[in-house]
């Protein structure tokens, strides 16, 4: 593996091991072996993208990470680019496939939680360890990388409050509905800092 | 104005003008002349834009024109960076905010076309000339900078079947409503070229 690193032919590393380590250790050796680095781990880039941003910087190597938020959606680099002059006052998303699945058919069908997790792992929406998705750790992830762009700070996954749909009951969807609401797992960040100053934000909201 | 084409001190011409003359001609100048151009201008592009991007790359400087369709919204450059690797098979958009306002309130309030329109006017949505807009040339310009992009490909207004919306009258919301539909000014853009080989697509079919 260390010749992997060291090899003067490659000129770009794509990493598609996911979750934080050994992705971590080996995306950092690339950066610092001067390897352009292609990654869609969005645990990584949301506890650590700030570290390797600046690792890349300082090597003059780029790294991208398009495909960790929104795979098929052009996000980030909207955000890096196109939209950098914008100031942006909120983010409010629904950023999570398996949960959204799952609460639909909860509303739709009015099926228990157990019961539309089992159909989505079957049909392949969720994983066999589906924890990170249905406790909201997935979009808390995604959320911090794409409140990171919007607000150009570093908003880290432990900011960012977090409430996942496992504790749902089919009683709060009767209740929902007569009450004229639908039940989603929304990821929202909102800003609140001084856009005149040059100070860091007075303070920043985020849930999901 | 020629001083202002030959001044060395300018480096990026940004034109406002709107409209195909003189503002084609201008675009045409200050390319020629190595300045690099940012333009909204829907029309120039729909309608010159492989010219004029083939003459800023012959003067080597950049044309860009994101604003041209969905102002706000990153739609250009995401069909020319994060986006170009896909194979795109259609478009389809609601992609004019005029006619589109003018339809919900058709469909909605069950006013008339020219009562929808005034309210639009007098809203600031619609221009005091809306030819462009309720006859779909506007959709069109947009429809042809999109598909160019997306099936790169040169696509021309001319090419776009265009039909607007001054023509719908109160009974056809009606049956629309009946049948269950709704009725909207929609941007198709389809294509059905030979993705295996390298000739020109086979055909491609675009609507307003």
Redesign the interface.
Known sequence: ADEFFTEPEIDIVVEVIGGESPALQYLKRALSCGKHVVTANKEVIAKHGAELLALAQQHKVGLRY?ASVGGGI?LI??FQ???VANKINGIYAIINGTTNYILTRMARDGVDFSSALSRAQELGYAEANPRDDVEGIDATYKLAILASLAFQSQVRPEDIHCEGISRLSTRDFQYARELGFAIKLLAIATFSGDSQSKSPPLSLVASC
Chains 1, 2 share one sequence.
Request: proline letters at 29%; aromatic letters at 14%; zero cysteines.
């Open positions: 398009e052009p680099a909207p680019y196109e939209l």
